[in-house]
């Protein structure tokens, strides 16, 4: 009887330490996946800029509620809500503190953290910078943050165009991914816009913005 009982039991143990282990794997989230929506953004990763904003965003099979608002160019403060996906309902807190203002030839630069209030980890460091080219319509951005994780630094980078004024291209790179798409404006002060991640189709990245 022990010895029938013994596969048994086996195969329980088996099954309790399968589940418990797709648990673990789904609270899980890649550091460059929580680097996303950090603050004010190109696509996904923050530039160096501080500004308020408002966006609903749907990125792949999740969507989130993003506001931003910044204080002067000097600070900026956000909140993401996750409405759908991993850790659904749950607000992460982010903030940026402007330590040099973009001029003539210096670019503007931020010191960042990104969910300063630990509801997916520990804090994500940043630094983040940009610089305008008016007479162009072009905009870069490049920066480096650290993996909580493993204590590495990561770069990140994106470039925007201005091709008509109600039209702007942008593309952007993190963590040896590339993200490509348009900015679409209506009028002064929406835009929606239309990204690709990873040249998938499953990466599609629908957001719709307003700035005020």
Avoid: W
């Amino acid at each position: 009887m022990n010895k029938n009982k013994t596969p048994v039991a086996f195969a329980l143990l088996l099954g309790l330490f399968v589940s418990l282990s797709q648990m673990v794997k789904a609270e899980d989230a890649p550091t460059a996946y929580r680097f996303r929506y950090s603050g004010s953004s190109i696509f996904s990763v923050p530039t160096g800029m501080c500004t308020s904003s408002a966006a609903y965003i749907n990125d792949n099979k999740d969507s989130f509620c993003f506001i931003s608002q910044s204080f002067g160019e000097f600070m900026e403060v956000s909140v993401l809500r996750r409405l759908s996906g991993y850790k659904k309902n749950v607000n992460s807190i982010n903030g940026k503190f402007a330590l040099l203002s973009e001029g003539r030839v210096i670019p503007a630069i931020s010191l960042g953290a990104a969910d300063i209030n630990t509801q997916l980890g520990d804090r994500i460091y940043f630094v983040a910078a940009s610089k305008t080219i008016e007479d162009f319509g072009f905009s870069m951005h490049a920066g480096v943050y650290r993996d909580p994780v493993t204590r590495d630094k990561k770069t990140f980078f994106g470039v925007e165009k201005v091709i008509f004024p109600l039209l702007t291209i942008a593309a952007e790179r993190c963590d040896d991914v590339d993200t490509y798409g348009i900015k679409i404006s209506p009028y002064p002060g929406m835009s929606l816009d239309i990204a690709q991640r990873d040249g998938k189709e499953e990466m599609f990245n629908l957001v719709y913005s307003r700035r005020y």
